[in-house]
């Protein structure tokens, strides 16, 4: 997926924001198969292990019996049929997660060669904030950011001033 293009932007700010809310060192499960983000959190002194690849739509398994004191799901909830029911299944009191923001000029991403790489939600952000609540999360920070490209044309140019990425800080309510 990332062969040849490197989220450096995202990567840095994401790591930044989980950093200055939960300093290493901490577990973390991350949601979704190994990647070069959850090494990157690996380098920095977390303790990380992720889900096998199941689809948690239908197998939450990995997620109710993990012991890991926060979960992540970086730009995982817009693959999901139901991100609701993984949410609600979620057991550590804190979670950092980040979706890709809708976007008025682009249609839903879809990959042509992989089935699972497609997005069924692109939220925006009230939708997911909504979401988060209703499935008994409280949202502690959040930020939003661009995703600039260096391509020509009238989307790219828009790119570089609308927000891209939401990203949150949240904890369980009881």
Known sequence: ????????????????????????????LDLGIKNPFSK?????????SNT???DLDDDQSEIITSKA??????????????????LKSIQTPYLFASIPLKLWFSKAYQSKTDPRD??????????????LE????????????????NKIGIRP???????RYYLVYCTKVD
């Open 134 to 149: 209703k499935s008994g999360w409280k949202i502690l920070d959040h930020i939003k950011f661009t995703n600039p490209v």
């Open 69 to 86: 004191q926060i979960t992540t799901a970086f730009e995982i909830f817009e693959h999901l049929l139901s991100p609701y029911q993984v």
């Open 1 to 28: 997926m990332y062969e040849r293009h490197y989220p450096e932007k995202r990567f840095n700010l994401t790591l930044d924001f989980l950093k200055q809310h939960q300093a290493p060192p901490q577990s973390i």
């Open 118 to 131: 497609r997005h069924f939600h692109e939220f925006e952000d009230w939708q997911f904030d909504w979401l």
């Open 52 to 54: 096998s690849g199941t």
């Open 40 to 48: 990157i959190m690996q380098a920095h002194g977390y303790d990380v």
């Open 157 to 163: 140019i828009l790119r570089q001033f609308t927000p």
